[in-house]
């Protein structure tokens, strides 16, 4: 858990909750957290997102909050690291 104190998106929040309902930051720290540049706290945050997201269906998952969180954004509020959700999904057509 991050403390309190902290303050800002994390202050106060457990790194479950982070990953379970914040896929902004969870695609922050995977994309652009280098880990010999974290220390602490941010260090065991950054591990844990790395490690959780090695499980398939979390990742799954994930991608599916990041989705819709860019639903909610427009084109230009979108940040770099987010825009690939942006792209519209094909489904393979079922051929019979």
Do not use: C
């Not at 858990?1 to 982070?18: A, N, R, V, W």
């Not at 922050?28 to 490690?51: A, C, P, S």
């Not at 599916?64 to 999904?89: C, G, H, I, N, Q």
Request: hydrophobic content about 35%; aromatic content about 10%; glycine content about 6%.
């Amino acid at each position: 858990m991050f403390p309190i104190e902290m303050g800002g998106d994390l202050g106060g929040k457990t790194f479950i909750d982070i990953l379970n309902n914040d896929p902004k930051t969870v695609e922050f720290v995977d994309k652009l957290w280098l880990e010999q540049k974290t220390t602490g706290i941010f260090k065991k945050f950054h591990m844990f997102v790395k490690t959780m997201l090695r499980n398939p269906l979390v990742k799954s998952e994930h991608r599916e909050r990041a989705r819709e969180f860019v639903k909610t954004l427009s084109e230009t509020d979108t940040p770099s690291y987010m825009k690939k959700y942006r792209r519209v999904r094909i489904e393979p057509s079922i051929i019979n």
